[in-house]
């Protein structure tokens, strides 16, 4: 998901490389790299690895990757402690030392691009007021501070920065709660600005605050609007902070305030109260707390509870998952959690290129961080729900291509509970989320993406599904409803369903008469067998949007929008591509992207049939010619890494027999868009849908989604373990003849890296260039992959092509 289109990121990524050569400062901390690399030196054959310290939390919080580097466990409530940044900061951090610290706050998203960002509520602020309680700066404007250059500091569980003024902050986190160190210059006074009214994309529209000074406690909650969805929806978020630190500490002022940027600047000593309603006229007032300690103590802990439902219950959180806990025991625990999701992969350290490494376990890490886990806490029509609830499926068009397959490989069980809040939703709504975030509907990108996650799980653990709390029939209930019952508000539910089977595909300027909702009574099992046939042929619809006659830089046949009548409405394949010369055109879901496309060009789009690659060979004029247009795609500068259409594009030269020319293409835009840097990201890693497609990458692998079909790929690492907890299965994945001289953009003559023969326990794989879930990672053993250096010699499948629906795939369930 990338609401700012691909050419104004090319654009302002330009302008971010320039900035950052005329300052030159880098962030994070040069510690961090050093102690990551350290530790993958020491690294032995060791089983009992500590993989948290190979992740580098950076990785993708520059260059609009919009990465939260902040404090959280795996799948946390939307818990991610980091600071909150001015400029262009959608995930609250960024590495760009121009940028001032606005406050540290305990809700964030990871990698979801919205330009005006996400959550930041409960900023919390500390401040040095050498001349007393008035004057210190509370507002916005007036607190924010530059960092101290080169000393952040972050790994899993542990988020640390330090103001110019010398004031360090720390985090650390549980699900829904957490702790917060601050240290002060010795001799200060501790000062803190605690803050109603702002988050990021100042969406504030009422709340209340309230100060119990004895408990020493404020509660704090209110309503705030969609990051990513229409703008009358709102959400409730509560938190409660408790300032004595079970009385090792003493509040000593405390009190309210109210500001804006003309002149407002009031304070109240001793009020405890605040309750705003929406603003009628203008901006809303900043508001919040101001408070201080007694004496002059160095450090000051602070306990934060965060709830979707009642200050109480985000007191009782706090009470409940953190305690008396010490900073460090819920660090300790955090960095555990995160090593039990690492440790799913082990890799031979030892053998595989250090940046390799490193890239791997950051991706990995990222590919656990969402979605958010808030199960318990849930609001609107999920309020009574006993399902699992996960917020921030921003979007399913993003990750269902990798991030999911993924999650398939190694962890059944949060799979399955993530499966269950998208059937939950079509319990409550009618339509399985798209793009749930902030607990809100958000804006549809392609359609009803949750039918190919939710198909990914029941392709992959049907037998399990009972155990694994999945009602298959519902799950199936709600594809159909999906791809059957047309929503009154397919922007926000799904799929514009009438026309789009009217006609065959989805028309351009068509009248469009919406259903109302259907009941679903009776005769479901002989209603399911004939729908699935249909949603089998629908599946073939790709092509009615195929116009043999367009002309591209010699190519054709590409994808067109297209009138009811049938007739195409021609827009310029290069339109909305890197090579697009109008860089004002509109690309994304603004009503006048009239290209047709989301955030591609026809260029881009028209290879996209990843259940049908065969019958597109044939459309774009036989594999010779495919493969022609494919180099020139990527060669021309059509290819867009950052973008997730284009995912499987780069492998496939599989499809037209010729996987020697898939090694070379993955290993040439591996080096040129990825690296272990802030700004190692291509675009948005977008709920880490990037990171796992780099992990794929680097394993040597690619799934083909809402399927069991893993495309075969040459690895980056010698050696891999999937470790399947679920299943109670390991699975070692062993590149026979790996060179690490072959890691590099391109492979030099005369080393292996071209995938020759694999072999499944002992037995060899009926074709090179893919196999199954159901015969490896499912039983568990030893998969080779031998390689070889002549890539020209092994440039064929040497069996079957992998599937595709018109030459008869996908035919046999598994
Ligand atoms: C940090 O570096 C940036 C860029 O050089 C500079 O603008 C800023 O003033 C520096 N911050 C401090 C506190 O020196
Ligand atoms: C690790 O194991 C590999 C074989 O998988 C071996 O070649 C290598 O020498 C070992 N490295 C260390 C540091 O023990
Ligand atoms: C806040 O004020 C509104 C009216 O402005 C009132 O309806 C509501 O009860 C108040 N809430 C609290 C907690 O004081
Ligand atoms: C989500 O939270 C619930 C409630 O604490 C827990 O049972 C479940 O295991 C969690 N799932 C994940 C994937 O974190
Ligand atoms: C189909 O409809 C479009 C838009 O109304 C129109 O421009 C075109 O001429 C029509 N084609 C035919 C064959 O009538
Ligand atoms: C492409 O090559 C494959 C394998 O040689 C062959 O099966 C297929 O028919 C060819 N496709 C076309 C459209 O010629
Ligand atoms: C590792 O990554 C860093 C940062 O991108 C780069 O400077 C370095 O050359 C890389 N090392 C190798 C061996 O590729
Ligand atoms: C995996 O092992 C556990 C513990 O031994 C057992 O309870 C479970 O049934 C096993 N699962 C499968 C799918 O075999």
């Known amino acids: 998901m990338d609401k700012s289109g691909p050419l104004f990121r090319l654009l302002v990524t330009t302008l971010a490389v320039i900035s950052c050569l005329t300052f030159g400062e880098a962030q994070p901390s040069p510690k961090v790299q050093k102690r990551i690399s350290a530790a993958i030196k020491a690294a032995g054959n060791d089983t009992n690895l500590d993989y948290t310290k190979f992740v580098n939390v950076f990785i993708g919080t520059d260059n609009f990757g919009d990465v939260c580097p902040g404090a959280s466990i795996p799948f946390g409530m939307q818990v991610k402690f980091s600071t909150d940044l001015t400029g262009y900061a959608p995930a609250g951090y960024v590495t760009d030392p121009t940028q001032k610290i606005r406050g540290l706050s305990p809700l964030h998203d990871s990698g979801t691009g919205s330009s005006l960002g996400t959550y930041g509520n409960f900023e919390i602020m500390p401040l040095l007021c050498p001349g007393g309680f008035d004057t210190c700066t509370t507002t916005l404007e007036t607190r924010e501070r530059l960092r101290k250059n080169n000393t952040d500091d972050a790994y899993p569980g542990y988020f640390s920065q330090t103001l110019d003024n010398n004031i360090q902050m720390e985090a650390t986190s549980t699900r829904r709660a957490g702790l917060e160190r601050f240290t002060f210059p010795s001799g200060s006074k501790p000062y803190f600005v605690l803050d109603l009214s702002n988050d990021l994309p100042s969406s504030f529209v009422g709340g209340q605050m309230d100060i119990d000074s004895a408990k020493g406690r404020i509660t704090i909650g209110g309503r705030w609007g969609s990051s990513f969805g229409p703008g009358s929806f709102n959400y409730q978020a509560f938190a409660c902070y408790d300032l004595l630190d079970g009385g090792k500490q003493a509040l000593d002022e405390f ?292 116009d043999p006659d367009v002309k591209s830089d010699g190519f054709s046949g590409f994808a067109q929008k297209r009138f009811p009548n049938g007739t195409f409405s021609f827009t310029d394949p290069a339109d909305c591509s890197p090579n697009d010369k109008d860089d004002s055109r509109e690309c994304s879901l603004q009503e006048d992207n009239e290209v047709g496309f989301y955030e591609s060009s026809s260029w881009e789009y028209s290879w996209y049939a990843p259940h049908d690659t065969a019958h597109l060979i044939t459309l774009m004029g036989g594999n010779n010619t495919f493969i022609k247009r494919l180099d020139h795609f990527f060669n021309a500068g059509y290819y867009l890494a950052g973008n997730e259409p284009s995912f499987q594009t780069p492998i496939g030269y599989h499809y037209a027999n010729r996987p020697s020319h898939s090694v070379d293409r993955v290993r040439q835009i591996v080096f040129e868009n990825f690296d272990i840097t802030p700004a190692g990201l291509p675009g948005n890693d977008d709920q880490a849908a990037m990171a796992s497609l780099l992990a794929f990458h680097l394993l040597g692998l690619y799934p083909v989604p809402s399927t069991s079909q893993f495309l075969i790929l040459s690895p980056f690492t ?97």
């Open 255 to 546: 009190g309210i305030w109210r500001g804006n940027q003309y002149g407002l600047d009031a304070k109240g000593l001793g009020k405890t109260h605040l309750n705003l309603t929406r603003s009628l006229i203008g901006d809303q007032y900043q508001s919040g707390a101001l408070f201080s300690f007694s004496g002059k103590a160095r450090q000051v802990n602070i306990r934060v509870g965060v709830s979707f439902v009642s200050t109480e219950q985000a007191c009782q959180n706090a009470e409940e998952e953190v305690g008396s806990s010490s900073f460090e025991e819920i660090q300790t625990k955090s960095q555990g959690l995160w090593n039990d999701r690492l440790s799913k992969i082990e890799i031979d350290v030892p053998n595989t290129p250090h940046n390799v490494t490193e890239l791997l376990y950051s991706s990995l890490y990222r590919a656990s961080l969402t979605p958010n886990n808030a199960t318990g806490e849930t609001q609107g029509v999920f309020a009574d729900t006993n399902h699992f609830y996960f917020d921030s499926l921003y979007c399913s068009w993003d990750t269902f291509r990798t991030f999911y397959p993924l999650m398939s490989l190694h962890s059944p069980v949060e799979f399955a509970q993530i499966v269950d809040s998208y059937v939950d939703g079509w319990r409550k709504n009618g339509w399985m989320p798209e793009c749930r975030a902030n607990n809100l509907p958000g804006w549809t990108q392609g359609g009803s993406s949750a039918d190919n996650i939710v198909g990914h799980f029941a392709m992959n653990y049907h037998n399990e599904a009972a155990e694994l709390g999945i009602d298959i029939n519902d799950l199936y209930a709600a594809m159909l409803a999906d791809g059957e019952l047309n929503p009154s508000e397919w922007d926000i539910q799904g799929r514009e369903v009438d026309v789009y089977k009217q006609y065959g595909f989805v028309p351009f300027s068509v009248l469009d008469a919406t259903v109302g909702q259907q009941t679903r009574e009776g005769s479901r099992t002989m209603e399911y067998a004939f729908e699935d046939f249909a949603i089998r042929q629908v599946a073939l619809f790709y092509r009615n949007v195929f």
């Open 718 to 814: 010698p050696k891999f373990t999937i470790h399947n907890s679920f299943l109670n299965t390991s699975t070692t994945i062993t590149a026979k003849n790996f060179d690490s001289r072959s890691v590099k953009k391109s492979i030099p003559e005369g080393i292996a890296a071209y995938v020759n023969q694999v072999t499944i326990n002992g037995k060899k794989t009926e074709s090179r260039c893919h196999f199954d879930f159901y015969d490896t990672f499912r039983l568990g053993g030893d998969i080779e992959i031998e390689l070889v250096a002549d890539g020209e010699s092994v440039d064929d499948c040497a069996g079957s092509l992998p599937e595709s629906l018109s030459t008869g795939g996908w035919s046999t369930p598994r």
